[in-house]
């Protein structure tokens, strides 16, 4: 670190509100999502219905800082549920491609209506204006975290 014990002090006290948030929120999302249902699955499932496209696992892994083969033992819970379909690549059979279900989209869904009340209720506890200020930090350290190190310039906007 900086050797300053005060930036060192606010750094870890900080990250100690990002982790306790995060598990927080992890547990009372899993208790509001429906049976079977994991943050995990949640995550892919809106991801892909935002993409409303196909892709690679691998991208898919990136997409979410995760290993390939975390990623495919979640694609492999969401297939076998129905929620996504998984097709060759038609001109590299060792590539493939997940695409969301009809049923993974209404699953979706209806994890996010189980979910969208109670992050509302915190936001509207904090206060929408608060909210806002503290979104451009918090995006901010999500990509300097996500930067790997490499001299290429992360845009605050992305």
Do not use: C
Not at 65 to 84: D, I, Q
């Amino acid at each position: 670190m900086s050797g300053n014990p005060q930036n060192e002090s606010l750094s870890v006290a900080l990250f100690s509100e990002v982790f306790m948030a995060d598990q927080l929120a992890r547990n009372r999302l899993t208790k509001a999502l429906p049976k079977g249902m994991e943050i995990s699955h949640f995550s892919v499932l809106n991801h892909l219905a935002r993409l409303g496209d196909e892709r690679s696992p691998a991208q898919l892994a990136r997409a979410f800082h995760v290993t390939r083969g975390a990623m495919t033992n979640t694609l492999s819970k969401l297939e076998w549920a129905g929620y996504v379909h998984i097709r060759p690549d038609w001109d590299d059979a060792r590539r493939k491609f997940v695409s969301i279900s009809p049923a993974g989209r209404a699953a979706r869904d209806a994890a996010l209506a189980a979910i969208a009340p109670i992050l509302s209720e915190i936001v509207e506890a904090i206060g929408t204006d608060r909210v806002k200020a503290a979104l451009p930090v918090l995006r901010e350290m999500r990509i300097r975290l996500e930067d790997d190190g490499s001299s290429t310039p992360v845009s605050p906007t992305r």
